[in-house]
T-cell receptor, first 115, second 114 residues
Framework: GAVVSQHPSRVICKSGTSVKIECRSLDFQATTMFWYRQFPKQSLMLMATSNEGSKATYEQGVEKDKFLINHASLTLSTLTVTSAHPEDSSFYIC???????????FGSGTRLTVV | LAKTTQPISMDSYEGQEVNITCSHNNIATNDYITWYQQFPSQGPRFIIQGYKTKVTNEVASLFIPADRKSSTLSLPRVSLSDTAVYYCLVGDYGSGAGSYQLTFGKGTKLSVIP
């Protein structure tokens, strides 16, 4: 089946620094990838839709300048949390559509802790 | 986007069959129904997808009545490792018409008891 690799799995950073999270589709090309955020004991919330070769589309309430998304190739999308603050601490998950049997495949997630 | 409603939580003993029902009253003609499983600190994992009637794979069955306003995920003989959150999603992504944003509801937290 389709595999989406997300890296790193967990990261701790200091307040005010930036963190980059990578999402790769390993065995298929993904024109579109999605980024979600999940707080403890809550459901996944869509942050943005990442389109290869064009600007990302952000959901209402998500700061574009804080959560920078780059989708430079058909197999890689990155999410950079800029000037991170403790309230940005969360579980970030990416997904990609493989147009195949399994539809949407999710990465394993990244646990971000800002101290 | 079709809204879904599921029970917040369910408990089951090991070895029992578990049925989780999802309501989606405003499902559209082109919408498919997909179920995902999520363990703590992991991304959701695809379980099963269907459009109508019954679908079965190696891990679950999905029952969809004729009006398609609800669906039931059936997990046969659950084990402790099936303890997870189960999400029911409805969307027009089975048609291949284009990328579709998956919208997650609150999901059902299944706890399997020894």
């Amino acid at each position: 089946g389709a595999v989406v690799s997300q890296h790193p799995s967990r990261v701790i950073c200091k307040s005010g620094t930036s963190v980059k999270i990578e999402c790769r589709s390993l065995d298929f090309q993904a024109t579109t990838m999605f980024w979600y955020r999940q707080f403890p004991k809550q459901s996944l919330m869509l942050m943005a839709t990442s389109n290869e070769g064009s600007k990302a589309t952000y959901e209402q309430g998500v700061e574009k300048d804080k959560f920078l998304i780059n989708h430079a190739s058909l197999t890689l999308s990155t999410l950079t949390v800029t000037s991170a603050h403790p309230e940005d601490s969360s579980f970030y998950i990416c997904s990609a559509e493989d147009r195949g049997l399994y539809g949407y495949t999710f990465g394993s997630g990244t646990r971000l802790t800002v101290v | 986007l079709a809204k879904t409603t599921q029970p917040i939580s369910m408990d089951s003993y090991e070895g029992q069959e578990v049925n989780i029902t999802c309501s989606h009253n405003n499902i559209a003609t082109n919408d498919y129904i997909t179920w995902y499983q999520q363990f703590p600190s992991q991304g959701p994992r695809f379980i099963i997808q269907g459009y109508k009637t019954k679908v079965t794979n190696e891990v679950a069955s999905l029952f969809i009545p004729a009006d398609r306003k609800s669906s039931t995920l059936s997990l046969p003989r659950v084990s402790l490792s099936d303890t997870a959150v189960y999400y029911c999603l409805v969307g027009d992504y089975g048609s291949g018409a284009g990328s579709y944003q998956l919208t997650f509801g609150k999901g059902t937290k299944l706890s399997v008891i020894p």
